[in-house]
């Protein structure tokens, strides 16, 4: 019988713990924000407008280049596009890295001519594809000679 008491005696101390334990709470917040992806550039990162072969006497009448910049956006998409040229003679010729040759860019949605120092254009509301492609013109500055010429120039995007 006691063996029953003692038994009875510690489970019901086991039992009555419990009752008096501390416990402590804490509240869990889930929080972040959501923003829609970015444009994605469908046409190539490396882009070149090859005049090939050319009579330098011909520069003032060359067809213009196809630059192409295509990508696509989710809906209300904006963004900021910009092009630095790596030498401009002003802010719409840049040297094509032969004396007295240039050239210029163009949007080729309007054909105006393209701010070669890193000047924005804002594009806004901007949906499924997206065409910012650009044309390149040749332009003689003065007295032309026969030679290979190259440039290079940045185009910059940023997702706002």
């Not at 006691?2 to 416990?23: E, F």
């Not at 829609?36 to 005049?51: G, Q, W």
């Not at 900021?80 to 040297?95: E, F, G, K, P």
């Not at 910012?132 to 940045?154: H, P, R």
Request: positive net charge; aromatic residues 4%.
């Amino acid at each position: 019988m006691n063996k029953h008491l003692i038994a009875l005696s510690l489970l019901g101390m086991v039992m009555c713990g419990n009752a008096y334990a501390d416990s402590d709470s804490s509240t869990l917040t889930v929080k972040g924000t959501l923003i829609r992806p970015p444009c994605t550039l469908t046409s190539n990162k490396v882009l070149t407008a090859d005049f090939g072969t050319l009579r330098y006497d011909q520069v003032s009448t060359a067809a213009q280049i196809d630059v192409p910049v295509i990508m696509t956006c989710p809906p209300n998409s904006v963004l900021n596009i910009s092009v630095t040229a790596s030498s401009a003679l002003s802010d719409t010729v840049a040297s094509a890295g032969r004396t007295n040759l240039g050239y210029s860019l163009f949007w080729k949605s309007d054909s105006t001519v393209i701010n070669i120092k890193g000047t924005k254009r804002n594009v806004t509301n901007l949906n499924g594809a997206v065409d910012l492609s650009m044309k390149a013109k040749l332009i003689a500055q003065g007295a032309l000679s026969e030679g290979t010429f190259t440039a290079s120039a940045v185009i910059n995007i940023d997702y706002l």
